[in-house]
């Protein structure tokens, strides 16, 4: 497994829409896994591949406080989002900035596993938002596009400080 540089807001990488996965090969497990890896490190909860770089619909998930319940998404589509949440929400893309967000309560969403079977999941909560999250990396939304342009301005210019001081 291998490490995987992060990419950071503003990038504008990170606003490319992601490419569907034409079937679950061994690569596809290899970049699966190395997401894992990349994920737990950051630390974080989630990690969709354009935050990696890779312009491919795949993204990991793990919630467990033990960090030992990995999912696994190729082509992720929620199918079917109801309720309204609001959660606190963070991003490794956008490090340090955690800001309230409004998302679907529940979702039904449908992906390849990591063995390349199709299944459907239904899912709530922290879990709900999570995919919800990631999925939005795929189509290049970030989770500061749900907030005011004023507090975007103020994030950037907060991050754009951090990274002067890192260098």
Aim: charged share 30%; hydrophobic share 40%; with cysteine.
């Amino acid at each position: 497994m291998a490490m995987l540089p992060i990419l950071h807001y503003p990038d504008p990488r990170l606003r490319n829409p992601a490419l569907p996965v034409a079937g679950v090969d061994e690569a596809i497990r290899q970049l699966l896994d190395d997401m894992l890896e990349t994920m737990y490190a950051a630390p974080g909860i989630g990690l969709a591949a354009p935050q990696v770089n890779v312009s491919k619909r795949v993204i990991v998930v793990d919630i467990s406080d033990e960090r030992n319940a990995p999912l696994y998404f190729v082509n992720p589509e929620i199918t079917l989002r109801t309720g309204v949440e609001e959660m606190e929400e963070g991003c490794l893309s956008v490090p340090t900035i955690y800001e309230p967000v409004q998302r679907a309560a529940r979702i039904q969403v449908r992906a390849l596993g990591r063995d390349g079977q199709a299944y459907e999941m239904a899912a709530d909560g922290l879990l709900a938002v999570c995919i919800q999250h990631e999925v939005d990396h795929l189509d290049g939304k970030l989770f500061v596009d749900y907030l005011s342009e004023l507090k975007r301005r103020r994030i950037r210019r907060k991050l754009d400080k951090q990274r002067r001081k890192t260098l």
